[in-house]
């Protein structure tokens, strides 16, 4: 299937490792320029020159996703160097867990306001590119833990939020078409990444997670990427306001 993302200008934040990183080299196999940005610049450097010998046009910048106003000018800047925006995904995340005070604060700040902020610095590039093109797209990287808890919890709470918000998005501006969607993996395993670092410190709770998943394996970060990326093209322009499970069928819960 054609995606028709050849020549499409992509914004992903957290790019430069795990998902984000899956996701923007997907965007640039299929033909698109992408802008990514994380906290490390070698970091950046790096995802940036991998990117760029895919043939496409490649950005990035260190930027903090806690701060507003430098995150909206860096999604402008992105947006000019591109050439617009067709795609934003809004992936980069604090990954906070538990109740105390500076995990509500770090996922607010990053996980829903970084999110909100993200989108609404790319809607007027977005607006441009739907108005031209009959579509253009907004994802957000959430979870499966925004439908379970076993405690108060943070992290699962404010990736409902981001749910919530990407839904009342979608209704407010699917007349323009634009679209806003979110993705909710379940465990995802990489090196280095939350589920590889459970793995090496906590071997018996990892082995007790793998064992929940019905697939007998978790997600890699190239399964979310492939979801995200369909959800992002064209070839799912009808497509809004949705939470897309991408958990191998670790959840229970029937989605309505």
């Not at 994380?38 to 760029?52: F, G, P, W």
């Not at 394996?217 to 093209?233: E, G, H, K």
């Amino acid at each position: 299937m054609d995606l028709g993302l050849k020549g499409k200008k992509a914004i992903v934040t957290g790019g430069t490792r795990g998902i984000g990183r899956a996701i923007a080299e997907t965007l640039a196999s299929e033909g698109a320029d992408v802008a990514i940005c994380a906290r490390d610049q070698l970091q950046v450097n790096e995802a940036v020159e991998a990117l760029q010998k895919k043939g496409v046009k490649a950005f990035g910048g260190t930027v903090d996703i806690a701060d507003g106003p430098a995150l909206k000018k860096w999604i402008a800047e992105a947006g000019q160097l591109l050439g617009g925006i067709d795609i934003v995904v809004a992936n980069a995340s604090a990954l906070a867990q538990g109740n105390g005070e500076d995990a509500w604060r770090s996922c607010f700040e990053i996980d829903v306001m970084g999110a909100r902020n993200v989108c609404e610095a790319a809607l007027p590039f977005l607006e441009k590119s739907a108005a031209k093109y009959g579509d253009a797209s907004a994802v957000i990287i959430s979870s499966i833990s925004a439908a379970e808890s076993d405690s108060g919890n943070a992290y699962g709470a404010l990736k409902a939020a981001q749910i919530h918000l990407a839904k009342g998005l979608a209704r407010e501006h699917a007349g323009k078409h634009v679209r806003f969607n979110t993705v909710s993996p379940g465990t995802v395993y990489f090196k280095g990444g939350v589920w590889g670092m459970v793995e090496e410190h906590m071997p018996d709770m990892f082995k007790a997670t793998m064992a929940r998943n019905p697939m007998g394996r978790m997600a890699t970060p190239q399964d979310i990427a492939n979801a995200t990326v369909f959800l992002s093209s064209p070839a799912s322009s009808f497509t809004t306001g949705i939470n897309m499970t991408v958990d191998g069928g670790l959840t229970r819960r029937v989605n309505f």
